[in-house]
């Protein structure tokens, strides 16, 4: 896999939330419990005592357009389980691919707060990043799950690591209503007229391997495609806020690309 490749002009804050909407998936830690039995009660009676173990498990995730992760997650399994009893959540996005030392990569871990939601606009921005995953999204113990940012760790290497509150760390959507209302429209746009554009982009901006590359998405500080295996992402210059700002975007970086 490629190096993530941010706009060297970005601000670490605005290259951490790249690496995070780069990624297909995300490493949580939560809170496992067990009952364990003691017999140094008084007496010699046997006590139940809470044992607890941090329990780290990976899954697949989307970002929301202010940069908020959710995953999609069986109620059965066990970080489901464990979040249900304490809704405190590490997360861990690894931005290291490519890298001969991974060290010397980015990446983002985040404090804060699982809990399931309904939410059918995020649904559909999940099964349309993770097309797979409409196999089981109907199953009756799978719920969509929203993780809340309280603060973020961001390590671009070595010695290069900052806190950011979360209120400085996520993206300030409130004028790009517009383009979120507009994001399934622009996806189907892109993907049954411009297919060669984003192919284009994906060969000659993003130098990917010649695919069925397809638009997955749409936010305003990029977009993301996929061919069914791989995700990337190609980011805008600046933020777009509708869907005549992200036309005109599209439009610059397919010239750009070809002209390349």
Partial sequence: MKKIRPNPNS????????????????????????????????????????????????????????????????????????????????????????????????????????????????????????????????????SLYRYDIQEAHLIGGFAKAIWVSAKNFTLDCTKSQELIEAETSIIDHMNSDHLDAISVIAEKTLQLEPSKWRMCGIDPEGWDLHNGHIHARCSFDQLVTNASEARNALVSQIKQARAS
Avoid: C
């Fill in 11 to 142: 601000s670490e804050i605005e290259k951490a939330r790249n690496l995070m909407r780069w990624a297909s998936k995300a490493y949580i830690a939560t809170e496992l419990s067990s009952n364990t039995k003691s017999t140094d009660a008084p007496g010699g009676k046997a006590t139940t005592v809470q044992d607890s173990h941090p329990y780290a498990s990976l899954s697949l995730v989307t970002l929301d357009h202010n940069a908020t992760p959710y995953m999609m997650l069986s109620d059965l399994a066990d970080h489901s389980q464990n979040m249900a009893q304490n809704p405190k959540t590490g997360m861990l996005f690894d931005g290291t691919a490519g890298y001969r030392d991974p060290l010397a990569g980015g990446r983002v871990t985040l404090i804060g707060t699982m809990q399931k939601v309904e939410d059918d606009r995020m649904l559909q921005r999940f099964l349309t990043r993770h097309p797979a995953s409409k196999l089981y999204a109907g199953f009756r113990d799978f």
